[in-house]
């Protein structure tokens, strides 16, 4: 049982270049959710989904697409990526929304 | 803007006393919860504690809530080195689908 699985790791892009973050659970989760994780500013929610086929905007969405094609995952897709991304990328499951979340590893992207 | 706000920012002590973290947050909500989250690493639940609840326990952790002063605290009692972290609290508003966090409290436990 693997939890919540996030790759990559580490990345560097070049300003306008875009990506994929990808975001896996294999606990059957409804719920799945994006944060990104700035010095001094906690955690803020980009987007979040209650099931497959369902995505609803976060505190800070602009610059970024989800989609929820199936249970299982939850790619974040950064369309032109701009230097304000640099950050922690943390995704986030729980069985519903209102259950405590299980969190991956996070993603440390720097875009230059 | 955060929900949630943490008090202390920064919190150092020695191994054995207590740490005493608060959380005050703006709107109504549901439930309560905190957060552990360790250098480089995800964030893990540590316990939540619902709006009609006053107080709750888990092991060396005491979590209490206020909802007329919109504020929680975490006590972690005979702290231990490996207790060095970052915790967050993060509040679930009666809008709903969303976690809101604070900006998280470091605390570092000296042996």
């Known amino acids: 049982n693997a939890g919540v699985t996030q790759t990559p790791k580490f990345q560097v892009l070049k300003t306008g270049q875009s990506m994929t973050l990808q975001c896996a659970q294999d606990?059957?989760?409804?719920?799945m959710s994006w944060y990104r994780q700035d010095p001094g500013m906690g955690l803020r929610l980009i987007h979040y989904?209650?099931?497959?086929?369902?995505?609803d905007q976060g505190e800070v969405p602009n610059g970024y697409n989800v989609s929820r094609s199936t249970t299982e995952d939850f790619p974040l897709r950064l369309l032109s990526a701009a230097p304000s991304q640099t950050s922690v990328y943390f995704c986030?499951?729980?069985?519903?929304?209102?259950?405590?979340?299980?969190f991956g590893n996070g993603t440390r992207l720097t875009v230059t | 803007s955060q929900q949630g706000e943490e008090d202390p920012q920064a919190l150092s002590i020695q191994e054995g006393e207590n740490a005493t973290m608060n959380c005050s947050y703006k709107?109504?909500?549901?439930?309560l919860q905190w957060y552990r989250q360790n250098s480089g690493r995800g964030l893990v639940h540590l316990i939540l504690?619902?709006?009609?609840?006053r107080e709750k326990h888990s092991g060396r952790l005491r979590v209490t809530l206020d909802t007329s002063k919109k504020s929680s605290s975490l006590l972690i009692t005979a702290s231990r080195a490996a207790d060095t972290a970052s915790y967050f609290c993060?509040?679930?508003?009666?809008?709903?689908?969303?976690?809101?966090f604070g900006a998280g409290t470091i605390l570092r436990v000296k042996s």
């Open positions: 989904s209650v099931g497959a086929g369902i995505t």
């Open positions: 986030a499951s729980s069985p519903d929304r209102a259950s405590p979340l299980h």
């Open positions: 504690i619902r709006s009609n609840e």
């Open positions: 606990m059957n989760h409804e719920y």
């Open positions: 993060a509040t679930d508003a009666y809008d709903g689908n969303k976690l809101v």
């Open positions: 709107t109504s909500i549901n439930n």
